[in-house]
């Protein structure tokens, strides 16, 4: 039901979790990041994610990963 009220707030959500926490969950991470890719809707999980949390999903992710994973 979440999806269809706003699905890019949801997947934004997802990517939230995959990084929240003690560590980061790198293959959900992974998995969202290959599903997502599309340029016709990231955009607006971007535009959904610094609306709800007030900072970049690129900060976000740069600030999680480092060497060869990022």
């Known amino acids: 039901m979440r999806t269809v009220e706003n699905r890019p707030l949801y997947i934004a959500k997802l990517f939230e979790k995959s990084m ?3 560590g980061t969950n790198e293959k959900m991470l992974i ?3 290959a599903r997502y890719r599309d340029p016709r809707s990231m ?3 971007k535009q959904a994610y610094e ?3 007030g ?3 690129r900060h976000r992710i740069d ?3 480092s060497g060869d994973f990022r």
């Open 55 to 57: 900072k970049t999903l």
């Open 20 to 22: 929240s926490g003690v």
């Open 63 to 65: 600030g999680e990963t």
């Open 31 to 33: 998995r969202l990041v």
């Open 43 to 45: 955009p607006y999980i």
């Open 51 to 53: 609306k709800e949390y």
